[in-house]
């Protein structure tokens, strides 16, 4: 037996059980002061990603608002345009009412052979 040692007492020269507890509490300090390091960063990083997320997100609603607008001005243009093309062929029309049906006979002589075809 004077081979194999006690594993359960510290050898002679080695610390005390309050040293050892004093290193166990700076390696845990250590290690608390690195969590708090990663994540002050980690959060860091997320607050910067988020707020790219919200500027990306802004901007879509921006241009799909813009779009929107634009779409909803489309019908009224037509109207517009509508009134413009009807008010046209009518003061034509008025103006020169025989040239006009003459002109309404010959597309609809055309159409006719064209539907025979």
Request: aromatic fraction near 2%; charged fraction near 15%; glycine fraction near 6%.
């Amino acid at each position: 037996m004077d081979m194999v040692s006690n594993r359960t007492t510290a050898p002679a020269g080695n610390s005390t059980a309050s040293g050892n507890n004093a290193g166990v509490e700076s390696a845990a300090s250590a290690a608390h002061r690195t969590v708090d390091r990663l994540a002050d960063s980690a959060t860091t990083q997320v607050d910067r990603l988020s707020g790219t997320a919200h500027r990306a997100v802004n901007q879509t609603a921006d241009a799909a608002s813009l779009a929107a607008d634009w779409a909803a001005q489309i019908p009224e243009q037509a109207r517009r345009a509508q009134a413009t093309v009807s008010q046209s062929v009518c003061s034509a029309i008025r103006a020169r009412p025989l040239s006009s049906l003459a002109g309404g006979v010959f597309v609809g002589y055309l159409l006719g052979r064209l539907a025979r075809l």
